[in-house]
């Protein structure tokens, strides 16, 4: 089987790519899609779709075991590392349209060249637009990092936790709802009726 890897000892790494197996089961060609993010995966290293790990040592047989990670969905035992990226990456996006704002309201020939400048580098990824704003404009990157922190801590203060997490458990209540009223089958008026004659 293709893009499975064996090693026999403990602490082994077991690695299946799914990706590359549905792919050779599939024998339609598939056009390559286009992604509007600076930020695009395919450009990306593949890294395998899930791992399998030996766990225990070498003396004490009856704690070995395998874990399986998977990594299409995440693995949040560790930390939330990618979601803070996110929120930065996002942090960065609104700090952005925050400064072109203001540009488009003091400065036309700034909003302009930024505005420019965004549209090639797309913030989709905070961190690679503001190391290339700086390399063009240094005062322009200052003011989006400091704008981007401003916005941070304004959102921190007015954030509710206890709220955010009620309004995540009512959307998915509500989505589950309406998935269930979907699939049910309600009987009709005339299914009750018995044919006369």
Request: hydrophobic share 40%.
């Amino acid at each position: 089987m293709a893009g499975v890897q064996v090693m026999p000892a403990v602490g082994a790494v077991v690695t299946v790519d799914v990706r590359a197996a549905a792919a050779e089961g599939s024998s339609r060609r598939r056009r390559p899609a286009v992604s509007l993010f600076a930020g695009d995966w395919r450009r990306r290293a593949r890294r395998p779709a899930c791992t399998v790990r030996v766990r225990g040592s070498r003396s004490s047989r009856r704690q070995q075991g395998f874990s399986v990670v998977c990594n299409l969905a995440g693995n949040y035992e560790e930390g939330f590392e990618d979601v803070h990226v996110q929120l930065m990456n996002f942090f960065t996006y609104k700090a952005v349209k925050t400064v072109l704002t203001q540009l488009y309201e003091m400065n036309p020939p700034s909003y302009r060249w930024f505005y420019n400048f965004v549209a090639v580098n797309k913030p989709t990824d905070g961190k690679l637009f503001l190391r290339a704003l700086g390399k063009e404009r240094q005062e322009l990157a200052e003011r989006v990092m400091i704008t981007r922190l401003h916005l941070y801590s304004k959102w921190i203060k007015k954030c509710d936790h206890a709220m955010m997490y009620e309004r995540i458990s009512d959307e998915n209540l509500a989505l589950m709802r309406e998935r269930l009223m979907e699939t049910v089958i309600w009987p009709t008026d005339d299914t009750n009726t018995e044919k006369i004659g």
